[in-house]
């Protein structure tokens, strides 16, 4: 068949396992999204405005592995940049297409629309390469193919996202077939002379020590290494955590699964076997001032082994260019029927790790509701095939709390950290796996951001069920630094819900102030099959969780320390 250059550039989408691409509409991309419908295979979804339309994408890079979205040049691309950011911290491959100027008009000396009112168009393309991995113009369709496959081929191999520009005369002229797809899936193979004594210095420093535990991030799943670092737990025996960010990146059903290390706001015991421990082997972590809580739990120094995703670091030994999963699998091997380095085990039992003493709630029907209930109803309805996005503030801590079995998984943005940013990404991600139960628990002040994308649930029916706590505020704001300015406009949450639907729509919008209503609340979101239902929870503003109020505490430390002399 002939092709276009928008009808390559769908091709490679379709070919690369996407079956959807969301797009805001804008005249420099109209000809392109022509185009893109010409494939059936990859169904273009609509969005409200262009952020949402990039954090949808990056919410189905979490549930497909890569994602796409298509705006206009400037005033949306600009926008949607904000999202793509978060993909690079998030180390999601999204790919960002945007329409562009006329290629004619470049060094013509016209001033267009939807410009800075410069001639010069090339700030886009400049800010695109500052919050991603590639870049590229596409001002011909000449070189069209080989810039589209570089883009798409350095995202997936980095899993960080990239930059597509296409001049708006340029989408619909011919270009050459696409060659076959396995140029842009296989990636290089680990150095074999480097793995092997990468895996020797491993080795060798953890049969050094006698009390090992192993640290999960959030980067192991962009590594690939779930599965091998389940592997490396195994031959080991020893103590499994999971940073905050992490959680669900290791099964919680695991024998050495313990719980999250985040400094006060850890499982409990957890910290105590890490002060404990002689030795830390951290796969896949991002330290930063969230995470170590305002650097009060940094684990770092000779007794820490620092594995990233193609990095691998043993005290002043630096070992680049191989995979994550081939250095714990070779670790793995290597201590494979050998002692267990399970002291960290032993003792974490000893201390009463792993107890747990369920208190009942002492509560009626009637009685006001709480953050307490409702953490304990999000708890009541986790499956194996559950998906719980954790909105920032105290959500993280309240999903933190919930225990998941295999297969349920949990979605943080804790390094771009966009307020928000949970509900176009639980939009994204409900659409490529709408058949999962979706939760989403998410603030009023967050929400208030990007609530559109509800009625975008609306309109293909997904049925995503919607914790939104009303406390008055933004609470996590509140615990590092309260002010004024962290009052908002209260809305009739539940009632929003009407205006999504219009003439056409089905979803529901409830409002729970008690617990029964909570409890009658949850059975009828569970009945439900027509769409998102969005269930308000009134609580008070002081109501939140003792993790958030030393958390708060210790990053608001971190923030006020007086500059350096």
């Known amino acids: 068949m002939a092709y276009t250059v928008g009808t390559y550039l769908a091709e490679r989408f379709?070919?690369?396992?996407?079956?959807?691409?969301?797009?805001?509409?804008?005249?420099?991309?109209?000809?392109?999204?022509?185009?893109?419908?010409?494939?059936?295979?990859?169904?273009?979804?609509?969005c409200s405005n262009e952020l949402n339309c990039g954090f949808s994408a990056e919410g189905y890079?979490?549930?497909?592995?890569?994602?796409?979205?298509?705006?206009t040049f400037s005033v949306g691309a600009l926008s949607a940049l904000n999202a793509i950011g978060g993909a690079y911290a998030e180390n999601l491959p999204v790919i960002l297409v945007s329409g562009a100027p006329n290629s004619n008009d470049h060094a013509s000396g016209h001033i267009l629309h939807h410009t800075i009112g410069t001639t010069d168009y090339g700030y886009q393309l400049r800010i695109a390469k500052e919050l991603t991995c590639a870049a590229v113009s596409i001002i011909s369709a000449e070189d069209a193919p080989e810039k589209i496959d570089h883009a798409i081929?350095?995202?997936?191999?980095?899993?960080?996202?990239a930059y597509i520009e296409i001049a708006c005369n340029v989408s619909a002229q011919p270009c050459r077939a696409p060659g076959p797809i396995s140029a842009l899936l296989n990636e290089p193979t680990s150095d074999a002379a480097t793995l092997k004594a990468a895996v020797e210095a491993v080795s060798k420093f953890i049969e050094g020590k006698e009390k090992p535990v192993i640290l999960i991030g959030s980067k192991l799943r962009a590594a690939g290494a779930e599965e091998a670092a389940i592997r490396l737990a195994d031959a080991l025996g020893c103590c499994v955590a999971t940073m905050g960010a992490a959680k669900s990146f290791f099964p919680e059903d695991h024998a050495n699964y313990i719980g999250t290390f985040w400094g006060s706001a850890s499982s409990p015991k957890v910290v105590d076997i890490f002060n404990w421990a002689d030795s830390v082997l951290a796969l896949g972590c991002i330290f930063n001032d969230y995470s170590t809580e305002g650097w009060t739990a940094w684990p770092r120094g000779a007794n820490v082994v620092v594995a990233d995703k193609e990095i691998t670091k043993v005290?002043?030994?630096?070992?680049?260019?191989?995979?994550?999963?081939?250095?714990?699998?070779?670790?793995?091997?290597?201590f494979a029927g050998k002692a267990k380095k399970d002291a960290t085990m032993v003792e974490y039992k000893r201390i009463g790790g792993g107890v747990t003493e369920t208190v009942p709630e002492n509560a009626k029907k009637d009685g006001k509701l709480t953050r307490e209930h409702i953490q304990r109803s999000l708890q009541s309805i986790v499956t194996p095939e559950t998906t719980i996005f954790g909105e920032t503030g105290d959500s993280w801590f309240n999903v933190s709390r919930t225990k998941l079995p295999r297969g349920a998984r949990v979605e943080y943005e804790m390094q771009w950290g966009h307020i928000g940013w949970s509900v176009p990404s639980m939009f994204g991600?409900?659409?490529?796996?709408?058949?999962?139960?979706?939760?989403?628990?998410?603030?009023?002040?967050?929400?208030?951001?990007?609530?559109?994308?509800?009625?975008?649930?609306?309109?293909?029916?997904?049925p995503v069920i919607i914790?939104?706590?009303?406390?008055?505020?933004?609470?996590?704001?509140?615990?590092?630094?309260?002010?004024?300015?962290?009052?908002?406009?209260?809305?009739?949450?539940?009632?929003?819900?009407?205006?999504?639907?219009a003439e056409d729509g089905k979803g529901k919008g409830l409002r729970a102030t008690t617990i029964g209503e909570l409890d009658d609340a949850v059975k009828t979101a569970l009945a439900h099959k027509g769409g998102p239902v969005l269930i308000e929870c009134v609580i008070p503003r002081?109501?939140?969780?003792?993790?958030?109020?030393?958390?708060?505490?210790?990053?608001a430390t971190a923030n006020g320390r007086p500059p350096a002399k």
């Open 61 to 71: 890079a979490r549930a497909n592995g890569a994602a796409a979205c298509v705006v």
């Open 429 to 462: 991600y409900a659409v490529a796996a709408p058949e999962r139960r979706n939760i989403l628990m998410v603030g009023d002040g967050s929400f208030q951001l990007t609530a559109q994308e509800v009625g975008q649930m609306v309109r293909r029916n997904l």
């Open 315 to 334: 005290g002043e030994q630096t070992f680049d260019s191989i995979h994550l999963r081939d250095v714990l699998d070779g670790v793995a091997k290597h």
């Open 542 to 555: 002081d109501d939140c969780t003792s993790e958030l109020i030393s958390w708060g505490r210790h990053v």
């Open 467 to 501: 914790f939104l706590i009303n406390n008055a505020g933004y609470t996590i704001e509140v615990e590092i630094h309260d002010g004024p300015y962290n009052n908002i406009k209260n809305w009739n949450y539940a009632g929003i819900i009407d205006t999504f639907n």
């Open 14 to 46: 379709a070919r690369i396992g996407l079956k959807h691409h969301f797009a805001v509409a804008g005249d420099y991309n109209l000809v392109l999204l022509d185009q893109l419908l010409e494939n059936k295979n990859c169904e273009q979804v609509y």
């Open 153 to 161: 081929r350095t995202a997936l191999r980095e899993k960080k996202p």
